[in-house]
């Protein structure tokens, strides 16, 4: 019960978030780059992260809250509640005008995920989940793609780095490979839905390099809690660290997705 309290001042909060999203999308906004010009950043994922941010120490001030434009590397596993919080996944989507773009706030205890919330607000849709309690999107319960159980049916989707110096990590996957293997291959530019996507069935499979941990904290908790497999591109536990991989599959898959992606 606990949790419920926190998963819905998270869901809260994101729904605010969203609507700074939404109304700006299209218009005028200050926009730069953080590590090199790929990576994005706008006035819009500052405001989105500051009311996130002051609305969670409002609410929950012995928490730690860890968002992307404020953090930095995240190298180590805080103890007690931590939020992690990325205010606008998609930032090169939303500056091209393009509306998959989503809020993903997720919550840990003692580096174990507890709650975590996905908000698309251009669809209205809000997945949320919470440690044994199942996955839901606006209130509705979801599961996994249940029907395709191998690879060859598979709807896989991935992600390229923002910062150019890790591109050196695509040369290990064997792209034309994997796209004759199974049913097709996307890459949508929002990692936290694209793992929403995975918990309601939409897509079968992801895996991404070099992602941070508020890429997927949610994300992860709402593919296990549906059923899903959530591990590292090796097919370790994953750990909530900076420039971590990730592979998430609808479980069935997910050994011949590992398997040709070494």
């Keep these: 019960m606990e949790h419920i ?8 909060l994101a729904r605010q978030a969203g609507e700074i999203i939404s109304d700006n999308f299209g218009g005028y906004f200050e926009r730069g ?7 994005l950043v706008t006035e819009v994922d500052r405001r989105s992260e500051a ?12 928490h ?3 968002g992307e434009e404020t953090a930095g590397a995240v190298n180590t596993i805080p ?7 990325d205010p606008l996944d998609g930032t090169t989507n939303f500056v091209y005008g393009i509306p998959f773009c989503s809020v993903s706030i997720g919550l840990t205890c003692n580096g174990n995920m507890v709650a975590g919330v996905v908000y698309d607000p251009f669809r209205n849709e809000c997945f949320t989940a919470t440690a044994g309690g199942g996955t839901f999107l606006n209130s509705r319960p979801v599961r996994v793609d249940p029907s395709r159980k191998t690879l060859r049916e598979a ?13 050196e990590r695509l040369r290990y996957i064997d792209y034309p490979k994997i796209a004759g ?23 079968t499979g992801f895996w991404e390099h070099t992602l941070m941990p508020w890429d997927v904290a949610a994300g992860s908790l709402l593919v296990a809690e549906a059923g899903g497999k959530i591990t590292d591109i090796k097919g370790k536990k994953l750990t909530l660290a900076s420039f971590l991989s990730i592979t998430a599959t609808n479980g069935w898959i997910h050994e011949e997705l590992l398997e040709i992606l070494l």
């Design 33 to 39: 780059y953080k590590s090199c010009p790929s990576d």
């Design 51 to 62: 009311l996130i941010t002051g609305g969670l120490l409002e609410k929950f001030p012995d």
């Design 181 to 203: 293997s199974c049913s097709n291959l996307r890459a949508l530019g929002s990692a936290a839905l694209e793992l929403a996507y995975i918990s309601c069935g939409r897509l």
């Design 155 to 167: 709807l896989l989707v991935t992600g390229y780095p923002e910062n150019k110096k890790f591109n």
């Design 5 to 12: 309290v926190y998963l819905e001042a998270a869901a809260a």
């Design 79 to 85: 103890e007690g509640y931590t939020w992690y919080v």
């Design 64 to 66: 730690t809250v860890i």
